[in-house]
């Protein structure tokens, strides 16, 4: 796999059937290593490792109903009251981050109501704080660490 904007970190990796797959810390599980998994695993990481995320707040590969249509997220890190802090859209390397790409995570805020979204591919991040008074969001640079308050 190629290698990715974000630090370095270590992964456990195995065969199953001729396909490559890789542990997910989250889930407790290997899952089948994809471009986008790659992107995916990293983040996790980094929320994790850099930020200070707990993994017990993350959450990884869930479905929700957005109007009449069942989607799945990638990740959601929720506060400790169970509201949703983060959501985090992973698209592959090869894939370019685009408007309809800020308009997917946009539909999945519709129903979750994050405090932050996140947007990257591995390569390129965008990170954005919510204004629900002014129904839009703002571009940040970075994301804040963890909170514990």
């Not at 990884?60 to 949703?84: A, C, L, M, N, W």
Request: hydrophobic share 35%; aromatic share 14%; net charge positive.
């Amino acid at each position: 796999m190629q290698p990715l904007n974000f630090p370095s970190y270590k992964f456990r990796f195995k065969n199953r059937e001729n396909k490559p797959l890789i542990f997910d810390v989250v889930r407790k599980k290997f899952v089948v290593l994809t471009p986008e998994e790659w992107v995916r695993q990293h983040c996790v990481q980094f929320l994790h490792h850099q930020l200070n995320f707990p993994l017990s707040l993350i959450n990884v590969e869930k479905q929700i109903k957005v109007h009449s249509t069942t989607k799945r997220y990638d990740i959601v890190v929720f506060k400790p009251d169970g509201s949703i802090h983060l959501i985090v859209e992973c698209k592959a390397p090869k894939i370019s981050i685009s408007q309809e790409t800020f308009d997917q995570v946009a539909r999945y805020n519709f129903v979750l109501q994050a405090s932050y979204l996140m947007v990257t591919n591995g390569l390129t991040h965008y990170y954005c704080i919510m204004d629900y008074d002014e129904s839009r969001y703002h571009f940040l640079k970075e994301l804040p660490p963890y909170d514990k308050k």
